[in-house]
C-alpha cells in the first residue's frame, strides 16, 4: 500500500491555476477555480453520498480522482482548472465513476445528469468519464486513508479493546475533515494523514478514558517505523494540528488543549498552508 500510494500524490494545481492569475493569460476570477469551488462540489458529493445512503468513502474516492484529474497535464484537465462548468463536470463525473467502481448500486449516466438539474447531458458525462480515466491512466483502486486507519487499528494491542471504538470514530472523521480541505491535497500521503489522525484520537482517549496512554503511543511508534513514517517531523505536527482545529470546529470534542508530542504546538501549522 505504501509503494502503491505514491502514485496517488498530487501536486498543487491550485498554485498552477494562480500562476496563470498572475500571469497575462485572459482567464479571469470568474472563470478559473479556487479553493471554494473545491469545498462547494465536495460537500456536494457528500451530499449526494449520504441521500443515497452509499459509502462515505466513496466520496472520497471521487475527491481523490477529482484532484489526480486536475493535476494531469491533459487539454481536458487544463479546461476543468480554468471553466467552471468544466469543473462541476468533472466533479460530477468522478462521483459517478467512484459510485460504479465501488457500490453494489447503479448511478448511470442519465441519473447523473439528473443530479445536475439539466446542466451536463449524459452524453457530456459520459465523454469526461473517458477523459478522465485517460488521464488518470486508469489507476482507480489507490488505498485510501480510511483503509490505512483501519489497518493501522487493527493491530491494537489487546489492551486497547476498550477505546478502539472511540479510536475508529475519531480518526474515521478526521479523515473525512481532511478530504475537503485543500490544504490536505499537495504532496501529502494518505498513510501520513491517516498517523496523524490517529495520533490525535489518542488525545482524546487520554482525556477521557483511563488508558494506558504510553502503551497505545508506543504501538503507534513501532507501527510508524515500520511504515517509515516519523510521527515526530514538522509534516505530522502541521497535519495533526490543523486536523486538530477542525476537529474541534465540527464537534463536540474540545480538542484545543491537547498537546502534540514533545511540546510542538501549532507553530508548525505554516507547513501545510
Same mark, same amino acid.
Given at each position: 500500500?505504501?509503494?502503491?500510494?505514491?502514485?496517488?500524490? =498530487?501536486?498543487?494545481?491550485?498554485?498552477?491555476?494562480?500562476?496563470?492569475?498572475?500571469?497575462?493569460?485572459?482567464?479571469?476570477?470568474?472563470?478559473?477555480?479556487?479553493?471554494?469551488?473545491?469545498?462547494?462540489?465536495?460537500?456536494?458529493?457528500?451530499?449526494?453520498?449520504?441521500?443515497?445512503?452509499?459509502?462515505? &468513502?466513496?466520496?472520497?474516492?471521487?475527491?481523490?480522482?477529482?484532484?489526480?484529474?486536475? =493535476?494531469?497535464?491533459?487539454? /481536458?484537465?487544463? @479546461?476543468? @482548472?480554468?471553466?467552471? @462548468?468544466?469543473?462541476?463536470? #468533472?466533479?460530477?463525473?468522478?462521483?459517478?465513476?467512484?459510485?460504479?467502481?465501488?457500490?453494489?448500486?447503479?448511478?448511470?449516466?442519465? %441519473?447523473?445528469?439528473?443530479?445536475?438539474?439539466?446542466?451536463?447531458?449524459?452524453?457530456?458525462?459520459? #465523454?469526461?468519464?473517458?477523459?478522465?480515466?485517460?488521464?488518470?491512466?486508469?489507476?482507480?483502486?489507490?488505498?485510501?486513508?480510511?483503509?490505512?486507519?483501519?489497518?493501522? %487499528?487493527?493491530?491494537?494491542?489487546?489492551?486497547?479493546?476498550?477505546? #478502539?471504538?472511540?479510536?475508529?470514530?475519531?480518526?474515521?472523521?478526521?479523515? &473525512?475533515?481532511?478530504?475537503?480541505?485543500?490544504?490536505?491535497?499537495?504532496?501529502?500521503?494518505?498513510?501520513?494523514?491517516?498517523?496523524?489522525?490517529?495520533?490525535?484520537?489518542?488525545?482524546?482517549?487520554?482525556?477521557?478514558? &483511563?488508558?494506558?496512554?504510553?502503551?497505545?503511543?508506543?504501538?503507534? /511508534?513501532?507501527?510508524?517505523?515500520?511504515?517509515?513514517?516519523?510521527?515526530?517531523?514538522?509534516?505530522?505536527?502541521?497535519?495533526?494540528?490543523?486536523?486538530?482545529?477542525?476537529?474541534? &470546529? =465540527?464537534?463536540?470534542?474540545?480538542?484545543?488543549?491537547?498537546?502534540?508530542?514533545?511540546?510542538?504546538?501549532?507553530?508548525?501549522?505554516?507547513?501545510? @498552508?
Amino acid at each position: 500500500m505504501l509503494r502503491q500510494e505514491e502514485q496517488y500524490v =498530487c501536486h498543487d494545481y491550485l498554485d498552477d491555476v494562480h500562476a496563470l492569475r498572475r500571469g497575462d493569460s485572459g482567464y479571469s476570477d470568474n472563470t478559473i477555480i479556487d479553493e471554494t469551488c473545491r469545498s462547494k462540489m465536495c460537500e456536494w458529493i457528500f451530499h449526494v453520498i449520504d441521500s443515497t445512503r452509499l459509502q462515505r &468513502e466513496t466520496a472520497s474516492v471521487a475527491m481523490n480522482f477529482l484532484d489526480r484529474f486536475l =493535476c494531469a497535464t491533459t487539454p /481536458r484537465a487544463e @479546461r476543468a @482548472r480554468t471553466d467552471r @462548468r468544466e469543473y462541476q463536470l #468533472a466533479a460530477m463525473t468522478c462521483m459517478y465513476i467512484a459510485v460504479k467502481i465501488r457500490e453494489p448500486v447503479v448511478l448511470d449516466a442519465n %441519473l447523473t445528469s439528473k443530479l445536475s438539474r439539466g446542466l451536463h447531458t449524459p452524453e457530456e458525462i459520459t #465523454a469526461m468519464e473517458y477523459d478522465i480515466l485517460i488521464a488518470l491512466q486508469w489507476k482507480v483502486n489507490g488505498p485510501t486513508t480510511l483503509q490505512f486507519v483501519n489497518y493501522i %487499528l487493527e493491530l491494537l494491542p489487546p489492551s486497547a479493546e476498550s477505546i #478502539a471504538p472511540v479510536l475508529y470514530a475519531h480518526s474515521h472523521f478526521q479523515t &473525512e475533515l481532511a478530504v475537503g480541505d485543500y490544504a490536505f491535497v499537495p504532496n501529502l500521503r494518505q498513510s501520513t494523514i491517516a498517523l496523524a489522525s490517529i495520533l490525535n484520537s489518542l488525545g482524546v482517549v487520554e482525556k477521557d478514558h &483511563e488508558t494506558p496512554l504510553d502503551e497505545c503511543i508506543q504501538f503507534v /511508534r513501532s507501527i510508524s517505523n515500520s511504515f517509515d513514517l516519523d510521527i515526530d517531523s514538522p509534516t505530522v505536527h502541521a497535519i495533526r494540528g490543523r486536523l486538530l482545529k477542525s476537529f474541534s &470546529e =465540527c464537534s463536540k470534542v474540545n480538542m484545543s488543549n491537547l498537546k502534540l508530542p514533545n511540546g510542538c504546538q501549532r507553530r508548525h501549522s505554516s507547513l501545510i @498552508r
